[in-house]
C-alpha cells in the first residue's frame, strides 16, 4: 500500500483542475464542507454521504486505569465521543481490487 497522502490543499488543487472553478471559491466550498461536517458532529448527528460512507459520533468508554504513553503515568480518561467513519458500498467495491503489496 503506498504511504501517498492527500492533503487539503491537494483536494483544492484537484477540484480546481477538474471543473475550472475560480481557486478561492473551490477552496471557499471545501472549507465549508468540512466546517458543515464538523458541526454536525459536534450536534451529534450521523452525515450519510451516499456511496462514499457515513460519519457519526461515538461514545468512547472512560478508563481508571489508563497510562500516558510517553511517561508511563498513570492517569483516568473520561467517557467522550471520538469520530466514527463506515464506508459505503461504491467506496467498499473500489478498494477491493486494490493490488495487495507483499512484503
Not at 448527528?45 to 460519519?55: N, P, S
Not at 504513553?69 to 486494490?98: C, I, M, N
Request: aromatic share 6%; net charge positive.
Amino acid at each position: 500500500m503506498s504511504t501517498k497522502k492527500v492533503t487539503k490543499y491537494d483536494l483544492v488543487e484537484s477540484v480546481y483542475q477538474n471543473t475550472k472553478c475560480e481557486k478561492h471559491v473551490v477552496q471557499d466550498v471545501v472549507e465549508n464542507l468540512l466546517t458543515e461536517l464538523k458541526a454536525a458532529l459536534k450536534e451529534g448527528a450521523t452525515i450519510e454521504l451516499r456511496g462514499f460512507g457515513t460519519f457519526e459520533p461515538r461514545l468512547r468508554k472512560g478508563r481508571s486505569r489508563a497510562r500516558n504513553p510517553k511517561t508511563g503515568e498513570p492517569l483516568s480518561v473520561a467517557p467522550h465521543y471520538v469520530a466514527a467513519f463506515r464506508s459505503g458500498q461504491d467506496l467498499k467495491k473500489a478498494l477491493w481490487d486494490l493490488p495487495v503489496k507483499k512484503d
